[in-house]
């Protein structure tokens, strides 16, 4: 399944439209999404002694606002199961790599992820518990998988596909207090911003360069409304997609004249692992050959990865862009 152009086909578009929910808790909490309290003890019993703090346990329980609302983690979690590529770069750029028992079958970042046969796009509910997990993490709420595991008390953070960069820093914080790793987590966020600020700063202010973002070849591409737009217009793009006649909740597919009309300065293929596409497979579509990009040299392979999530590498997106943006103004 390819990650992205997969999903913002079909059915999963209603699930990017869920983006907006991230960190503002607007929808209710599923029944049981919190672990239960304690039981308490037998009347003329004394209480047992408290277990023996572990390391990171402080601060718990914590309550942590997210697209699923309310979520409240009573402890310190250890065996935590990530169903979203985007959380599992994440979790293990905040620290809490140790704590992650299994991820799904896209999450192929960082190589030491615990990869497993689990699916985010097909959860298997059974399949998630048998992991024995203590908190799981998920990007889409597919056949009611959150309420399933609310169920039987194990805590779920519902973490949907960004539609802003702020949005991606609240989500990369909500995991860092989830997980006990709050200051590597603010430490990543303000590294991010930091970055992204020098990278801004430093493109030229004066281009005025149009942009094609390439999800795949039928052809989708993403709006300035999208998360990915957002990132371009860092550097002061513009985004041919934006006057695509429907939008598509910021994901159109164009028509197959759209493009070589536009005759964009710069394109961005976020589709050469999925689709093997390239500067020449793009030059050999009917109309394209004579592009501006193409004849320029301006067409800018992306990891499709990379391109498509949400997290911490959304820098490296931003200094592919940078590079190319600074080439096309030179020349």
Known sequence: MRPLSTALAGALFAALSLAGCGGQGTAPAPSGASAPPAAPAPSGASAPPAAPASPGAAGFPVTVEAGNGSVTVAARPERIVSLSPTATESLFAIGAGPQVVAVDDQSDHPAEAPKSDLSGFKPNVEAIIARKPDLVVLANDVDGVVADLGKVGVPVLLEPAATKIDEAYDQIADLGAATGNTAKAAEVVAG???????????APKDAKLTYYHELDSTPYTATSATFIGQVYALFGLTNIADKAPAAAGGYPKLAAEFVPKADPDLIFLAD?????????????????????????????????????????????????????????AAG
């Open 192 to 202: 991010m911003r930091k970055r992204l600020g020098e990278l801004a700063a430093a």
């Open 272 to 328: 050469t692992k999925c689709c093997g596409q390239s500067k020449e497979t793009v030059a050999k579509r009917p109309g394209w050959s004579g592009l501006s990009a193409v004849e320029n040299d301006q067409v800018v392979p992306l990891d499709d990865d990379i391109a498509s999530r949400w997290g911490p590498r959304v820098v490296d997106l931003a200094e592919q862009v940078a590079t190319a943006v600074e080439k096309a």
